[in-house]
T-cell receptor, first 113, second 114 residues
Framework: SQTIHQWPATLVQPVGSPLSLECTVEGTSNPNLYWYRQAAGRGLQLLFYSVGIGQISSEVPQNLSASRPQDRQFILSSKKLLLSDSGFYLC????????????FGPGTRLTVT | GDSVTQMEGPVTLSEEAFLTINCTYT??????LFWYVQYPGEGLQLLLK?????DKGSNKGFEATYRKETTSFHLEKGSVQVSDSAVYFC?????????????FGSGTQLTVLP
């Protein structure tokens, strides 16, 4: 069966510090991968998606970036965090051929102080 | 473009009450429709889905029917439990887009009181 991991689970970082969040998927090949952000009490905002290694599409302009160095690894990064980067970050995967449903990881709670 | 509209929350019910969370959508073609549930501090879990008109998705006592004529996918449960307290998201997968992106509603917070 497929599983998705995210780490760390929680993170407290000062403004201006770098960020690296990691997501890995097991049990499937060539998944589509997604990064979402969820601000407190708000809905989901799609940040990035990837259909393959090295292929990243950005949905919103910001100081975050994403990379996909391996088929089942997706990394979210920032060189300098802003207060507004605080939120709950969710990674998800999907596979073509299904109905389009996405499967989510447990999330990373990021607090920028 | 595609869009999903959910009823505003929060919704507060007593245990064993009937639940309806309304969801309507706008999309071209024949989208697939989903309900996700998010428990506090966790990621989203797929609750149920329907891929064509008149399909009924069901899981854990929850049901939703894909109504193309009214472009709706309302979530229902006959008797809610305290453990159903969570945020519920309606979503659709439109026909366009190679990455099969989902369009989410804004979420509805449900609180069930004992």
């Amino acid at each position: 069966s497929q599983t998705i991991h995210q780490w760390p689970a929680t993170l407290v970082q000062p403004v201006g510090s770098p960020l690296s969040l990691e997501c890995t998927v097991e049990g499937t090949s060539n998944p589509n991968l997604y990064w979402y952000r969820q601000a407190a009490g708000r809905g989901l905002q799609l940040l990035f998606y990837s259909v393959g290694i090295g292929q990243i599409s950005s949905e919103v302009p910001q100081n975050l970036s994403a990379s996909r160095p391996q088929d089942r690894q997706f990394i979210l990064s920032s060189k300098k965090l802003l207060l507004s980067d605080s939120g709950f970050y969710l990674c998800a995967w999907s596979v073509l051929g299904l109905a389009g449903e996405q499967y989510f990881g447990p999330g990373t709670r990021l607090t920028v102080t | 473009g595609d869009s999903v509209t959910q009823m505003e929350g929060p919704v507060t019910l007593s245990e064993e009450a009937f639940l309806t969370i309304n969801c309507t959508y706008t999309a071209t073609g024949y989208p697939s429709l989903f309900w996700y549930v998010q428990y506090p501090g966790e990621g989203l879990q797929l609750l149920l889905k329907a891929t064509k008109a008149d399909d009924k998705g069901s899981n854990k006592g929850f049901e939703a029917t894909y109504r193309k004529e009214t472009t709706s996918f309302h979530l229902e449960k006959g008797s809610v439990q305290v453990s159903d307290s969570a945020v519920y998201f309606c979503a659709l997968n439109g026909a366009s887009g190679s990455a099969r992106q989902l369009t989410f509603g804004s979420g509805t917070q449900l609180t069930v009181l004992p």
